[in-house]
Structures are given as C-alpha cells and as structure tokens.
C-alpha cells in the first residue's frame, strides 16, 4: 500500500483512556524513575524541576505549573493537560500517547525528537515552540497559536492543523504529505518547495506558497488564445 493511500484510510485521533473516577492526588515528589498514575492533580507548581525516566499514566492535570521543567526521557499515556503552563520546559527524547492538552501554555516548549501518537492540542498558545525531528502520529491541532514554532524536519505527515496561527513557523525538510493547513494562517511559514509535495492547502494559500517557486500568480482572468 502505497504512502497516500494510507493517509486517506488513517484514523481519527484517539482520546485518552482515564478511569471513572479520579481521586485529587496529593502533590508528588518528581525525581528519577518516578511514576504519577490514576489521579487529579490541581494548580500544583513544578516549574523548573529536572528529573529523568518520569511517567505520566491516567492523570488529569488542571493548572499545574510545568513552565522550564527538564524531564528526560519523559513519557506520558492517558493523560490530560488543561490550563497547565509548560512554557520553555524541555521534554525532548519524550513519548507521549493518547494526550489532550486543552488551553495550555507552551511558549518556548521544547519537545525536540519526541514521538507523539494520538495527541490533540487545542487553544494552545505555542509561539517560539520547538518540535524538531519529532515525528507525529494521528494528532491534531485546533485553534492553537504556534506564531515561529520550530517544526524542522519533523514527521508532520497527516497532521490537522484546523483554525491554527502558524505565521512564520519553521517547517524546512519536513515531512508534509497529507498535512492539513486549509483552515489556518501560515503567512511566512518558511517550507522547502521539496517539502511542499502533497500538503493540502486551499486555493489563496497555494497562491500565496507560489511565491517559493518563484511564480507570480494573476488573480484576474486574462483570457486564452
């Protein structure tokens, strides 16, 4: 089966999977090889703590600080962020799968060389947020605002963006086939005419990328021969 078949028979994003019932976890101590799991947390503070091999696994996170944590080898299933601040933390090398982050704060994020797998963002506030070489799996971005985010040879291929500000956005030598852009502001989005191959745009979009191939598109009807 060849690559844009499989992109056309892609599934929807799954949802976390939580338990029925989620008890208020008391705030945890985040050191090496700690596991959060099956709880609530509220408006906890854990900016700027640095830990490695964390697992994050059927937690629902409301207002929790994570801004400049540096968790290495981060992994996180099950979960849901909303409202938390995660702005300028550095989760690279992390895997997240089945993540809902809802009206977060991730300005600065760095989330280089991460595998995201059934993961929606939407009403994110993303600007300066860096994904590079981080490859995407089924996952979504819904009225996100990801001004000059860092998407530079990231794996983007079948990723909807719907209603996203993505002006100025770094997206050299990834791959966007089947990437969905139609609905979104990408003004400047810096893209290699190589990597544009199979992005879906609409027609004013196309028009406005034609100035990367160096093409002059006339708006009004001249007429043929």
């Known amino acids: 089966m060849n690559k844009r078949l499989k992109l056309r028979l892609r599934r929807p994003v799954v949802a976390p999977t939580l338990p029925a019932s989620l008890a208020q976890l008391l705030p945890p101590v985040i050191e090496d090889d700690c596991v959060v799991e099956n709880g609530l947390l509220c408006e906890v503070d854990f900016s700027q703590q640095s830990a490695s091999d964390v697992l994050f ?13 540096r968790f290495e080898r981060f992994e996180v299933i099950d979960a849901i962020f909303e ?9 690279s090398n992390s895997r997240l799968d089945r993540v809902q982050f809802i009206g977060c704060r991730l300005t600065g994020l760095r989330a280089n060389e991460a595998t995201l797998r059934d993961v929606q963002f939407e009403a994110c506030k993303g600007d300066w947020a ?7 799996r089924h996952c979504s ?11 530079q040879a990231a794996d983007l291929s079948g990723l909807l963006f719907t209603q996203c500000t993505l002006q100025n956005a770094q997206m050299s030598q990834a791959d966007l086939h089947g990437t969905d852009f139609t609905t979104s502001a990408i003004e400047g989005l810096q893209v290699n005419p190589e990597a544009m191959k199979g992005m879906k745009v609409s027609p004013y979009q196309a028009a406005r ?5 160096g093409l002059d598109v006339c708006w009004e009807e001249t007429g043929g021969p």
Do not use: Y
């Not at 409202?83 to 989760?91: E, F, I, P």
């Not at 860096?130 to 995407?136: C, E």
């Not at 971005?141 to 998407?151: P, T």
């Not at 990328?209 to 191939?213: D, F, K, S």
């Open 141 to 151: 971005m819904k009225e996100c605002i990801v001004r000059s985010a860092d998407f």
């Open 209 to 213: 990328l034609a100035a990367h191939l």
């Open 83 to 91: 409202g938390c601040d995660l702005s300028n933390a550095d989760w």
């Open 57 to 69: 696994k059927g937690i629902h996170l409301k207002q929790v600080k994570l801004s400049a944590t």
């Open 130 to 136: 860096q994904f590079r070489m981080s490859h995407f």
